[in-house]
């Protein structure tokens, strides 16, 4: 009977208490090894109020059993210089030992845009983009909310 309420109630207590109090950089453990790499970053359109891009990022889970991203919220950056934020309200289904292209778009004002464009130049043609956010993952009917960093240069 106490193994049984071990079980029960002191083994999820204790491994709800260690994702809550990891620090925010960990792996995630708790999803597996998840990972996550943006891969490019483009310019979609142009507008009156600047251009219109988006940075993809493929999304790999190599664990034996599905997870689902249900939205995100994120910060894009340009050497370092904040551009917009935005948000994932979709709800995306990732197989297990699968991967997923993720488009996050976003757009910038003319000013940060020639400011990017003068970076670029200065720089020797390259520029750090960034995505910052919070993504929510649920597993198992368990919702995570779970810290991102991604980056990528164009040359």
Do not use: C
């Not at 999820?12 to 990891?22: E, I, K, Q, V, W």
């Not at 197989?95 to 910038?108: E, N």
């Not at 130049?121 to 993952?137: D, H, N, P, R, Y």
Request: without cysteine; neutral net charge.
């Amino acid at each position: 009977m106490l193994f049984l309420l071990i079980i029960l109630i002191v083994m999820p207590a204790y491994l709800y208490y260690g994702y809550m109090n990891r620090p925010v950089n960990a792996p995630w453990a708790t999803v597996g090894d998840i990972q996550i790499r943006a891969t490019s970053v483009q310019v979609i359109g142009f507008a009156l109020g600047g251009p219109a891009m988006s940075l993809t990022a493929v999304v790999y889970n190599p664990n034996g059993f599905g997870v689902s991203l249900n939205g995100a919220n994120y910060s894009t950056y340009a050497n370092d210089h904040y551009l917009q934020s935005g948000q994932i309200d979709r709800r995306y289904a990732l197989a297990a030992q699968s991967s997923q292209t993720f488009v996050l778009p976003f757009s910038i004002d003319w000013k940060l845009a020639f400011q990017t464009l003068g970076d670029y130049l200065w720089a020797g043609g390259s520029v750090k983009w960034e995505v910052k956010g919070i993504a929510t993952i649920e597993v198992g009917g368990l919702l995570l909310r779970v810290p991102f960093d991604l980056s990528t240069h164009t040359s």
